[in-house]
Structures are given as structure tokens and as C-alpha cells.
């Protein structure tokens, strides 16, 4: 065979993808049907938080992609049926739009003076449940709208004509609260238990193969009713992206790896303390809403979270105490998240006074909330739970794996390329090493002797413990990983010769 002959073969063999329409068209064909994303997905065996991010910008690939394809192909046809057009117009169908009421909690104030919009950074004259957003999708600067599709809508009271709306941008949106939640970790733990007739370490490792969708399902699932839509793929600053294919970005994540230097004479034993629920924990966080916008000087508005290039204080006190930057041996500015610099500017403080306040050169924000995330910490924090009270360590290491893999995969990973927030992913770790340094500090203030600080949920002491910190499994109580003694008796022959 000639070299034409093989490049001849490898054409005849070589597929193209099918061509897909562009993402705000997909949304609007999916909508003009009046179908869910659980419909959807159902038929072609994904998750509705898949066929979510095929709507905001991400392409599926092989088999899955045909299919996609071929849904999309249908949904066009059966829209441009004059048959359906006649009958939606005898019907009076009122055309869809992207508006959703929002009620009594999400009320839409005019602004005096136009302020950056939460989601795109560029000026609103409105603002949303006090947060500055547009109200017309094609003035938000974060995506491109979807296009009108006509959809059924009951006929509406003319009372309600003057009701707020709220525009919802693409993205991971909010929907209405269900009237009754389902419990997605109890039941994919029952169909894992029956798919494996009832053998609990195959059931809990394939219920762990896929926590990282579950995971996106349940946040779907618990972002109902919510006042804020997740913007999943923002336009990302280079500080936040790889260097190289295998390397780090630029933010420093305040990692503790400290150890004391000079422990008191004599004889003691440690305890080294397991922190319950690091990450599960660390979810509750200021973490931004839309994408981050640049601004630069010191000042730190407490509204809005994000990263920051400072420079770290100097911290006279490591031989008590972890520096609240980690360890680095590099001087100068860094990059550091919203959880390292409010507890930077919290220990500066009159309250505390350890240091002095960080300098601000630059930062990358968007305005932010603690509670973006709380309803579904709170649902894994109650299975976990009940999972403890009950004794099952299958619930308990699959919901372990929901939050761990969901927190280490928002970045820029293969596993998971529904959410990408490599912001978010850093806040949530800094929360947890923050989390740490202040137990660290509570454990010092009442005279115990802080012996180790490691990563997000080890901490080594030395005293009665106990008076302390409550001991359990619960994500607000710790339990002991190890014992063991440090220091010696003195040698009194040696204390003799001193004489």
C-alpha cells in the first residue's frame, strides 16, 4: 500500500461530528416543545444537568452526540409543521420569553444611579433581591439570550400584568421550589443496594463512580426556589487558568503545613484531632454570583468575593501559632482567595490585633452570597447524618465522595464538565484551611497547646482537649485519629552538673 493508498483508507474511515445549532437555539427548540431537561435526558440516558451544559456551551461527543443531534433535528421540524403553527394559533399561544416571576421575596427595584450588574459587570439601572442585574438579557454582557420560541402559557389574570419578572440569564437557573423534594441520595442509594442484591461494597463503590453527576443533580434539585442563578462557565482571568497542561494557576490557597518549633519541658501527650466534614463544611462560603470583574486599590467591599493580589502582613506569632497565609517562602504579593483575606483583615482587627491589615493591589470580584450553595450543603449534611444515627457507612461514603469530588472538580477537569468554577473550587478549599486555623486559634485562647496544623482537617494538641471541642462525628464536632508522646523526663544528672 502506497502512502496515497493509507491517507485514501484513513479518509474513507474518518467520521465528522454531526453539526449541532448553536447553544441558545437548542434551549429554544427544547422550550418550544414544552419539554424539561428531565425529559430530555431521560430519553437519551443523561443527566438534566448535561443537557443543561449542552445548553450553555459545552458540545457532547460520540454516540451521544448523534443522538443529540437527531432530538434537535425533530424538535426543529415539528416547531416549523405549519400544522402545529395553525393549531398554536387557534389556540391565541402567546409567544415565550426568557422572564420568570419571581414573587414576594425577589422584588425589582429601579436604581437612582446605574451600578455594576452582579453577572456581567456592566451598568444595570435595576436591581434584583438588592443585587445590582438587567432585567433584558440582551443588555447582560455573560451570555447570548435565547432566542424566543412560542410556548402554551395559561391565560393570565390582568391583576397580574404589573407583577415583577426577573430575566434569567443562561446558566445554571433557578427554578420553581417543588412542593414536595425528593430524596436523591436515599433513593440512589436503595437502587444501588437492589442493582447489587444487597452486597454493600460493590453497591457503595458504584454509588462512588458517580457522585460527581449525582452531585450535579442534587445541586439542580436544591437550587429550586433559589433567588440566584449559577453562572457555570464565566469568562475566567489567566490568574485562575493552568500555566502548563500538568501545572497550578497563580492563586495561593493558604494551605497550613505547620508544626511547632519549641514544645514546654517534660513529658506530654498529643491528640491529634480529625476535623469533621472539612469541605462540607467550607461550603458555606462567599462565593461569587456571576463572572469576576478587575478593579484595583485597598478597598474591600464585604458585598462582593473573589481572589486578590496582596501583600501578606508579616505574622510575629509562629511560634504559637500557623501563619494564616500557610507556609511560603517566597516574599512579596500574592494572589489569595476571599476566605484568606477576610480572615487576613479579621485578625488585624481591634478584636484580635495580631497583625496588620494586608495591602490591596488589585482584585478579580463578583457580587457575592454565603448562601449559594446552603441548601444543598444542608442536604448532604442531613443524609450524613441520618447515615451516622443509622449506621450506614454506604450513605455515609457516598455522600463523602458527592462533596469532595464535586468541590475538586469545578476546576479545570475532564470529570466534570458541567460547572466550571475554578473560583469557586479555591474559595471552598481556603474556607476550609480558614476553618482550621480558627480552631487552631480557639484551641490556643483556651490554653491548649498547638502542637500540628495540617491541611483542612488535622489539628494536634496538647491538654484536656475535651473543654474544648465536643467530640463525635457530627461536621460540627471532631474525634481523635492518633495519640502519642513527645518531650522527655529531665535528665537530674544533667541538671546536677549545672549546679
Known sequence: ????????????????????????????????????????????????????????????????????????????????????????????????TDEVETGETDEVEALAVPQPCVLCGAPAHHQVAGFPQHLDPADCGTTTPAAPAPEPEPEKDPAQATKPVRVVPV????????????????????????????????????????????????????????????????????????????????????????????????????????????????????????????????????????????????????????????????????????????????????????CDPPEIHESFTSGATEGLLEKFRVALKEARDRAIAEGDDVTLEYVKAMYSKFVSTMGESNYNRELYRPDWMHLIRSQAFANLWMKAFKAHEEGLTVVRAMGTDELHVIGDWRRVFPEGRGVSEVKVKDTYTVGGEPDPAAAGEDD
Open 171 to 354: 446558566g445554571r437557573r433557578m427554578q420553581a421550589a417543588a412542593s414536595q423534594e425528593p430524596d436523591l441520595i436515599a433513593s440512589a442509594v436503595a437502587g444501588a443496594l437492589a442493582k447489587h442484591g444487597g452486597d454493600l461494597e460493590a453497591a457503595t463503590a458504584a454509588l462512588v463512580k458517580k457522585a460527581i453527576p449525582d452531585a450535579m443533580a442534587l445541586l439542580d434539585e436544591t437550587r429550586k426556589g433559589g433567588r440566584y442563578d449559577v453562572v457555570a462557565h464565566p469568562w475566567i482571568p489567566d490568574i485562575l487558568r493552568k500555566q502548563t497542561a500538568r501545572g497550578a494557576d497563580r492563586i495561593w490557597e493558604a494551605r497550613p503545613k505547620w508544626a511547632r518549633t519549641e514544645l514546654p519541658p517534660g513529658l506530654h501527650e498529643v491528640t491529634a484531632l480529625d476535623i469533621n466534614g472539612a469541605y462540607l463544611s467550607a461550603l458555606k462560603t462567599h462565593l461569587p454570583i456571576g463572572q469576576l470583574e478587575h478593579s484595583t486599590g485597598f478597598d474591600h467591599d464585604r458585598r462582593r468575593a473573589g481572589v486578590h493580589l496582596i501583600t501578606p502582613p508579616a505574622w510575629d506569632h509562629e511560634a504559637e501559632l500557623p501563619n494564616p497565609i500557610g507556609n511560603r517562602d517566597e516574599p512579596g504579593p500574592l494572589w489569595v482567595t476571599e476566605p484568606t483575606l477576610r480572615l487576613l483583615l479579621r485578625l488585624s482587627g481591634p478584636k484580635y490585633g495580631l
Open 1 to 96: 500500500m502506497t502512502d496515497f493508498d493509507a491517507i485514501d483508507a484513513l479518509l474513507a474511515g474518518a467520521r465528522q461530528e454531526v453539526p449541532l445549532p448553536p447553544v441558545d437555539v437548542r434551549r429554544a427548540l427544547r422550550e418550544g416543545l414544552n419539554l424539561s431537561r428531565a425529559q430530555v435526558a431521560q430519553a437519551l440516558g443523561v443527566s438534566p444537568s448535561t443537557v443543561g451544559g449542552w445548553e450553555t456551551g459545552r458540545d457532547p461527543s460520540g454516540e451521544v452526540r448523534e443522538k443529540y443531534a437527531y432530538f434537535l433535528e425533530g424538535a426543529q421540524a415539528k416547531l416549523a409543521d405549519p400544522a402545529e403553527e395553525e393549531k398554536a394559533a387557534e389556540e391565541d399561544v402567546e409567544p415565550a
